[in-house]
Nanobody
Framework: VQLQASGGGLVQAGGSLRLSCAASGRTDGSYAMGWLRQAPGKEREIVAALRWRGGSTYYADSTKGRFTISRDSAKKTVYLQMNNLGPEDTANYYC???????????????????WGQGTQVTVSS
């Protein structure tokens, strides 16, 4: 599986951004895609994830109600719509995927074995 992410950039607090990630390869079975972020001095965090079969989603507590993950199955692409961004959302965001994901593990940043390139999101106050 190869992942190609796009989006990100600089936005003022309260603004919105959308990230996209296109996958190549198999997306059947227990496949899941998500977004992981890491900021300097902070632990890596899965902010949102989506399991291909059934469409189950996961959101970190810090992003619930503000971030929405969605997919276009035909394009093997996931999107992360980020609204009401704050400076605490500033981080490098990585598209990640796993082909052996179980629902209870979707929030585990170490459960994803495929990573795309990072895209920087910077939110100014």
């Amino acid at each position: 599986v190869q992942l190609q992410a796009s989006g990100g950039g600089l936005v003022q607090a309260g603004g919105s951004l959308r990230l996209s990630c296109a996958a190549s390869g198999r997306t059947d079975g227990s496949y899941a895609m998500g977004w992981l972020r890491q900021a300097p001095g902070k632990e890596r965090e899965i902010v949102a994830a989506l399991r291909w079969r059934g469409g189950s989603t996961y959101y970190a507590d810090s992003t619930k109600g503000r971030f929405t993950i969605s997919r276009d199955s035909a394009k093997k692409t996931v999107y992360l719509q980020m609204n009401n961004l704050g400076p605490e959302d500033t981080a490098n965001y990585y598209c990640v995927a796993s082909n052996t994901m179980i629902l209870s593990n979707m929030g585990n940043p170490f459960a994803y074995n495929y990573w795309g390139q990072g895209t920087q999101v910077t939110v100014s106050s």
